[in-house]
């Protein structure tokens, strides 16, 4: 059998037919159109779905589910998304609308969570009793998985670890709290602490690499500027790793995984990022001499989206 996954967002929707392993074995896409109606969104999904199906040599009679990782929340009370912002979704029926054009089992959870249940199936935590993800992108998403299901709590708006709140009064957040861990350790955090400090350090070499332009400075800038050692650099990059190392030990007391994944764009500075973080959290956790969760960069990349959505269908 082989299971169809949708990674839906803004601006595209990639979908996979994806095997019981989580290996994707033909992949396709539409650009996404919030111009027209949910209806004929959803069924230009299921058209791309079966052209994808139809190329990959299996037939409709091979597919066991369909999955969709959606950039909003699903309310498990009735099964709709309750609201998905960036395709203007509010309360739709989207398993319903879906089995108009496949009649098969569908599944829906947030984009951060089925990344998480990909890695949990095909990634860096395969074969773990528990995991958390942290993807580190333009915002800061996460996902639980927990004896091999995702944990999306009971009314759907579990697992929101970018709005947790990590210091009291602190930094404004789009979500009109104050102090969330999006706030302060999504790309867009690293931006907005980077540019605010050059103006004190113009001679600092974010400033150098941004080509003396505030507007072009970008995360890779800030995280490379640490690893040559600029002084401005290296504290915005230790204040980020004290407010992620924070998040982590809040994890840990509360879940205890036995891996937690960091995802997304600012993941890629791998070691540099992954040692400050390891050597960190070892200083705050409570239990010093118990072994804890295991902290790595996820494995699977962009994939991730289609590949959890399909195992939501597991
Ligand atoms: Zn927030």
Redesign the pocket.
């Known amino acids: 059998m082989v299971y169809i996954g949708f990674d839906v967002g803004g601006t595209g929707v990639q979908v996979g037919i994806v095997s019981r392993e989580g290996e994707i074995l033909c992949k396709g896409g539409i650009v996404t159109r919030i111009d027209i109606p949910f209806a004929e969104q959803v069924k230009a999904m299921a058209d791309c779905a079966l052209v994808t199906l139809a190329k990959s040599g299996y037939s409709l009679d091979d597919v066991a589910a369909v999955g969709a990782g959606i950039p909003g929340v699903v309310d498990p009370r009735t099964g709709h998304i309750a609201f998905c912002p960036n395709l203007g979704w509010k309360d739709v029926d989207f398993a319903g609308e879906m089995k108009k054009h496949i009649n098969k089992p569908v599944f829906m959870d947030n984009d951060a969570t089925v990344a998480g249940l990909a890695e949990s199936v095909a990634g860096v935590s395969a074969g773990t009793h528990s995991s958390v993800f942290l993807t580190l992108g333009t915002g800061v998403g996460g996902g639980i998985v927990l004896g091999g299901k995702v944990w999306s709590g009971f009314h759907g708006v579990g697992s929101e670890i ?2 947790m709140i990590i210091e009291m009064d602190g930094k404004d ?5 104050r102090g ?1 861990l ?2 302060y350790c999504s790309a867009t955090g690293i931006i907005l602490s980077a540019r605010a400090a050059v103006m004190q350090y113009q001679d600092s070499a974010i400033m150098v690499k941004a080509e003396g332009d505030p507007m072009k400075i970008n995360a890779k800038i800030v995280f490379d500027a640490a690893k040559e050692g600029d002084e401005l650099a290296l504290r915005l990059f230790a204040d980020y790793v004290k407010a992620l190392a924070t998040t982590i030990v809040n994890i840990i007391h509360v879940i205890d995984p036995e891996v937690i994944a960091l995802g997304g764009g600012v993941s890629k500075a791998g070691d540099f990022l992954l040692d400050a973080v390891r050597a960190e959290v070892a200083k705050m956790v409570m239990y010093k001499t118990m072994p804890y969760a295991r902290i790595e960069i996820a494995r699977l990349g962009p994939d991730a989206g289609i590949i959890g959505a399909a195992m939501l269908g597991l």
């Not at 957040?173 to 709290?177: H, I, K, L, S």
């Open positions: 970018g709005h957040c789009n979500c009109d709290n969330c999006e706030r």
